[in-house]
Structures are given as structure tokens and as C-alpha cells.
């Protein structure tokens, strides 16, 4: 069995937070996210959404802060 930490996940938007018992942070994360999807963006679901005002966004990796 793996060995599980109980993880805080925090909305980094909103600042809910969520206790977790996962055997890693991202598992923990994946768990809390589960109400997102994601799929490749047809053309028409890209001019519909921009035209509304949402910003493309670039993927950066998570900041942790244990890291210094």
C-alpha cells in the first residue's frame, strides 16, 4: 500500500480550501479539480470565447511553496 499525507489544497482564486488524503500533491490537486475539464478548442469555440473577453493562457508549472 502506499503511504498517504493529507494534503491542504488551496483555490489559489477563491482561497476555499480542501483536506485531502492522497500519496502525493498532485494527486491531491487532481482530486479537488475533478470538476474541470479540458478538451482542444475548435475554431468556432475560439472566436466565440475571445470575442467575449477570456484571455488565452500559457500553462506555467505550480509554484510550491515549500521551494525557496
Known amino acids: 500500500m502506499t503511504p498517504t499525507r493529507i494534503y491542504m489544497v488551496t483555490d489559489a482564486e477563491g482561497g476555499s480550501k480542501h483536506l485531502v488524503r492522497a500519496a ?8 479537488v479539480s475533478r470538476r474541470f475539464t479540458a478538451q482542444v ?3 468556432d469555440d475560439l472566436v466565440e470565447i ?3 473577453g477570456v484571455k488565452v493562457e500559457t500553462y506555467a508549472p505550480a509554484r510550491s511553496d515549500d521551494q525557496t
Open 41 to 43: 478548442a475548435s475554431q
Open 24 to 31: 502525493s500533491a498532485a494527486q491531491a490537486v487532481a482530486h
Open 50 to 52: 475571445v470575442v467575449s
